[in-house]
């Protein structure tokens, strides 16, 4: 834990317009990067739960696959389907 001192010195350098919590992007305080931290972690994997749930298992699986193969010329699907390689989208299920 930091002490009170490091605190002050971490939000002043929060004010400055610094990241000082990792997670923390745009918080103009500490308290306030530490709250959007906290918040980012809790989002972030959930939102990849929740598209799992949306696609099922198999339907994620072959999204990460076809997401693998993009760069910055060509989309996954793109290299996919110059390659030959195989992107089966009937996995994909959806919700209703």
Known sequence: ??????????????????TVVPGGTGGRSLEAQEHLAEGYQELGHRGGETRREQIGTEGYKEMGRKGGLSTMDKSGGERAAEEGIPIDESKYKTCS
């Not at 009170?4 to 971490?10: D, G, I, S, Y």
């Not at 002043?12 to 317009?17: E, P």
Request: hydrophobic content about 30%; aromatic content about 0%.
């Open 1 to 18: 834990m930091a002490s009170e001192q490091e605190r002050k010195e971490l939000d002043a350098t929060a004010k400055q317009g610094e």
